[in-house]
C-alpha cells in the first residue's frame, strides 16, 4: 500500500496527473488489506456506509482511468488501488447480503414463532371453551365460569356463587370479590345481572368486607 502514498500525503510530491485522483485515494487511504478485514465485524448498517464508500471510490477512478488511460502504464499503483477497492466492494457486498439474508431468516423464524404461538393459543382457547360449556350444561347453567379452586374466580369472572340453597326461589347465594373469602364457590360469573339471570341472590344480611381465611 506503500505504492499510493505519494497520492495522498502531503510530504510527497504529488504528480499533476494524480490530482484528479486525491478525492479517490483520500477514500482508499482508508481501506488498506488490512484495515479491509475490519468489515467482517461491521453491523449491518456500517456494511452500507462501508460499500457506500468503496463504490464511491472506485467510481472517481474508474470515471478519470477512461479519459486517461496512459496512467495505468504510467502509474501501476493506481491499478492495485482500483483492485484492492474492488475487492472491498465484494467483501463489503457479501457480508451485507448475508447480513440481510440472516435478518430475513430471524424475521420468518420469529413470524413462524408468532404463528405457532397463536395456534397454540386458539387450540387453548377452543379447549377451554369447550370445558366450559360441558360445566354449563351439567349444572344447568347458561353463563359463568367453574372456579380456580375452591375459593376461587377468574379475575373475569369475580362474583362468586354459593350453592345447595335451601329455598325454592333461589339456588345459592353470591359474593363481591371482596367479600367473604371463606366461602367455597359453587360457580363464578362476570356480572351481578348474570348471578341474577340463574336464580342466585344476594345474602340478606351484609357479609363481611374480605378476610384471609
Known amino acids: 500500500m506503500s505504492a499510493v502514498a505519494p497520492a495522498i500525503s502531503s510530504v510527497y510530491s504529488v504528480p499533476s496527473e494524480w490530482i484528479s485522483l486525491k478525492p479517490a485515494m483520500i477514500l482508499f487511504n482508508r481501506f488498506t488489506h488490512e484495515n479491509r478485514q475490519n468489515i467482517y465485524f461491521l453491523e449491518n448498517t456500517d456494511l452500507e456506509k462501508e460499500l457506500k464508500t468503496y463504490n464511491e471510490a472506485a467510481e472517481i477512478i474508474s470515471k478519470y482511468l477512461s479519459n486517461s488511460p496512459d496512467l495505468l502504464r504510467k502509474y501501476p499503483e493506481i491499478s492495485e488501488a482500483f483492485r484492492e477497492i474492488n475487492s472491498g466492494i465484494i467483501t463489503a457486498k457479501r457480508l451485507h447480503e448475508r447480513e440481510i ?113
Open 101 to 213: 439474508n440472516q435478518r430475513k431468516e430471524r424475521e420468518e423464524e420469529q413470524r413462524q414463532q408468532r404463528l405457532r404461538e397463536e395456534e397454540r393459543e386458539r387450540q387453548e382457547a377452543a379447549i377451554k371453551k369447550e370445558y366450559v360449556q360441558q360445566e354449563r350444561i351439567k349444572r344447568g347453567l347458561r353463563y359463568g365460569e367453574p372456579p380456580i379452586n375452591s375459593y376461587s374466580c377468574p379475575a373475569q369472572f369475580p362474583i362468586r356463587a354459593t350453592a345447595n340453597l335451601d329455598e325454592s326461589d333461589s339456588r345459592g347465594i353470591y359474593y363481591y370479590s371482596n367479600e367473604r373469602a371463606g366461602v367455597e364457590v359453587f360457580w363464578c360469573f362476570s356480572s351481578e345481572e348474570e348471578a341474577k339471570a340463574e336464580n342466585f341472590r344476594r345474602p340478606h344480611k351484609t357479609p363481611p368486607k374480605y378476610q384471609p381465611r
